[in-house]
């Protein structure tokens, strides 16, 4: 009698769109290399090892069909660029005719949101895991789609044939894959026919699941150098395998069997980043999704022409600085002050990723003068001082010697500077706290930034990127 497998359905409920990234109001994104190849699969046969079909994972390397939130913060070693990043991320494998498998090379994910105004997305809650597509899927999916890299356009319908995306180099094949984004706020996980999230219609949740969470838009890619074409109406993808006395036999479908696995491993922080300080504020991004953060606990800013202004509710920061000609004690100073707590780095990664953290901060202003690109200069300041009482009068001592840079123009944006050193000098003290000085070019320009009670407080982040490789 033939025994099977214990067979998983992934019913995810569909919606409109397609799964190919496009140009989001706010974005995040993060590369990721392939890792491994298991027949795991953490979300649908949770603590079943080898009892799922084929699947290649990319990001968190210690992924396993025991894993969860937690263990992936615990063991958050990536192969993602973005190594503030644990999350984990799979996909079944790919085959050709002649059973060969196919290993991809990385996955590209984009986590978007739109219409932000009107819908605001929530941060993903710890513990969240996503399900995309239908591995036994029939028919043109309405939620993946494929790619052949030199060839026009994104397609569903099976029987492309790919050729090398440029003269004499290699075929390049994508999946892209747009994960439900509205999530029923109860279940982390999805079940056999009872799924935790589906699609927005128009931006717009439905009741049943009513938050909504960023978009994550997984493009999976094999670079296949020496190959000539691939045909996508003859290739295969794992399905759940069948156990025949005792033995596994491997089933494949074609690309509309086609699915992706999300299991998220970003922190608290991080996925709260994402969404209030990137997302829905309509923001680019990038990789600058942090592992931890500390918003300014207090700010100000002192004034030598009314040295005994106290400007600690003023939503702005104002900063002059003017050394030119008798120097800067005869000319009109304005410097801002900024007091943080000092967040916490990873305690758990391999010295080689540990090392590329550092602490950073994320201002936001210009120069309100002229159109003219500055650097502007970060001093020491102690952390004796309240925003409630400083003024020009009772201010920190200080030293004009810079602990880092700021390079600025006229376009109001996002800033960030570089404050690791000195961070981490103050760690090593015992201080739980530190303050910065932001002073002037030295050439008499003023600079307006946010302060704690401005529309965009400052930042004490901790970033650490390394570029993944894109054959």
């Known amino acids: 009698m033939t025994i099977l497998r214990k067979l998983i359905v992934i019913s995810v409920l569909s919606g409109t769109g397609i799964a190919s990234a496009h140009a989001a109001e706010g974005q995040s994104n ?62 079944p494998s790919l085959r050709l005719e002649t059973g060969e498998l196919l290993k991809p090379s990385y996955q590209k994910t984009y986590y978007q949101a739109d219409d932000v105004a009107a819908h605001p997305v929530q941060p993903f809650p710890p513990g969240l895991e996503l399900l995309a597509g239908d591995h036994h899927g029939s028919k043109p999916p309405k939620n993946i789609n494929f790619l052949c890299a030199g060839q026009p356009g994104y397609f569903n319908k099976i029987g492309r044939v790919c050729t090398p995306r440029s003269p004499g180099g290699p075929v390049q094949f994508n999946i892209g894959m747009r994960f439900p984004n509205c999530w029923d706020g109860k279940n982390l996980r999805p079940a056999v026919g009872k799924p935790n999230a589906t699609y927005a219609v128009n931006n717009a949740c439905p009741k049943d699941f009513p938050v909504k969470l960023p978009t994550v838009n997984l493009n999976a890619v094999w670079v296949l150098p020496g190959m000539k074409e691939l045909d996508t109406s003859k290739v295969g993808l794992s399905m759940d395998p069948e156990m025949h006395h005792g033995h596994t036999m491997e089933k494949w479908g074609n690309l509309y069997t086609a699915h992706g696995d999300f299991m998220n491993g970003w922190t608290v922080d991080g996925a709260r980043f994402m969404t209030e300080h990137c997302l829905n504020r309509g923001i680019q991004c990038g990789l600058k999704v942090p592992f931890s953060m500390s918003a300014v606990s207090e700010s100000s800013y002192v004034d030598s022409r009314a040295p005994a202004a106290i400007h600690a509710q003023d939503p702005q920061m104002h900063i002059v600085d003017d050394w030119t000609g008798a120097g800067r004690e005869v000319h009109p100073q304005k410097m801002a002050l900024l007091k943080f707590t000092i967040p916490a780095l990873p305690s758990n990664l391999p010295p080689e990723d540990a090392a590329l953290f550092k602490y950073m901060v994320r201002l936001h202003g210009k120069n309100t003068t002229d159109s003219a690109a500055r650097i502007l200069h970060i001093y020491a300041a102690d952390n004796s001082w309240k925003a409630s009482s400083v003024n020009w009068d009772h201010r920190p001592a200080m030293t004009y010697t810079s602990v880092a840079t700021l390079r600025h123009g006229n376009k109001e944006d996002d800033l960030y500077f570089d404050v690791d050193s000195y961070v981490r000098q103050q760690a090593a003290a015992g201080n739980k706290e530190v303050s910065f000085y932001i002073g002037g070019e030295r050439q008499g320009r003023e600079f307006v930034f946010d302060s704690a009670t401005g529309k965009v407080p400052p930042l004490l982040l901790t970033e650490g990127t390394r570029e993944t490789p894109q054959p």
Do not use: E, R
């Open 30 to 91: 993060v590369v990721c290399s392939y890792h491994h190849t298991a027949g795991d699969d953490a979300i649908m046969m949770h603590g079943m090892p080898g009892m799922a079909m084929l699947h290649d994972f990319f990001g968190n390397t210690s992924v396993d069909a025991f894993s969860n939130y937690n263990a992936l913060l615990a063991h958050p070693q990536t192969t993602c660029d973005n190594k503030s990043d644990a999350s984990a991320y799979w996909v």
